[in-house]
């Protein structure tokens, strides 16, 4: 089953879809070891990465970030986005060369941490997440205490 599949079946009629990103490959280039090693398995390497980087998949909804991830089996997590209470994005020198990055959100659901790895854009893509939570925030009014455990 495809990930737009199961986005298909889990989707609300009144969720609004922003977007989908996954992992990029983009720093390859920029890595020797990552060179070498696909050098030396002949291409499988950057194959075997790839892999794993498209098969974990973002959605942005208007109510929710919905993560699926696995290559075999899949596992399908959502947090709401009115619980998520802080968003970081950051590069190292390599990513800030190939444009892309990781970006932690912070949630007050059992989810707790979210890591979303080798993201394009990421501090555009946080910027977007935290404009969309911020609004899903706004709609639905929550307490928010400062001291949260999770």
Same mark, same amino acid.
């Given at each position: 089953? @495809?990930?737009?599949?199961?986005?298909?079946?889990?989707? @609300? @009629?009144?969720? /609004? +879809?922003?977007?989908?990103?996954? &992992? %990029?490959?983009?720093?390859? #280039?920029?890595? =020797?070891? +990552?060179?070498?090693?696909?050098?030396?398995? +002949? *291409?499988? !390497?950057?194959?075997?990465?790839?892999?794993?980087?498209?098969?974990?998949?973002?959605?942005?909804? %208007?109510?929710?970030?919905?993560?699926? %991830?696995?290559? !075999? &089996?899949?596992?399908?997590? /959502?947090?709401?986005?009115?619980?998520?209470?802080?968003?970081?994005?950051?590069? *190292?020198?390599?990513?800030?060369?190939?444009?892309? *990055? /990781?970006?932690?959100?912070? %949630?007050?659901?059992?989810?707790?941490?979210?890591?979303?790895? @080798?993201? =394009?854009? =990421?501090?555009?893509?946080?910027?977007?997440?935290?404009?969309?939570?911020?609004?899903?925030?706004? #709609?639905?009014? =929550?307490?928010?205490?400062?001291?949260?455990?999770?």
């Amino acid at each position: 089953m @495809k990930n737009e599949d199961i986005l298909r079946n889990i989707l @609300k @009629k009144d969720e /609004e +879809f922003y977007w989908q990103v996954t &992992g %990029s490959v983009a720093d390859w #280039k920029y890595n =020797p070891l +990552f060179l070498l090693l696909t050098l030396c398995t +002949f *291409g499988l !390497f950057l194959f075997l990465v790839r892999l794993v980087r498209q098969y974990s998949s973002y959605t942005l909804t %208007s109510t929710r970030l919905i993560i699926i %991830s696995g290559i !075999f &089996g899949r596992k399908v997590d /959502e947090v709401e986005l009115f619980r998520i209470v802080n968003s970081v994005s950051t590069q *190292g020198p390599v990513e800030r060369i190939a444009n892309i *990055g /990781e970006i932690q959100l912070d %949630s007050t659901d059992k989810t707790g941490e979210v890591i979303m790895k @080798k993201i =394009p854009s =990421p501090h555009e893509v946080r910027d977007t997440i935290r404009a969309a939570y911020m609004a899903a925030r706004n #709609k639905r009014n =929550p307490v928010l205490l400062e001291n949260y455990n999770n």
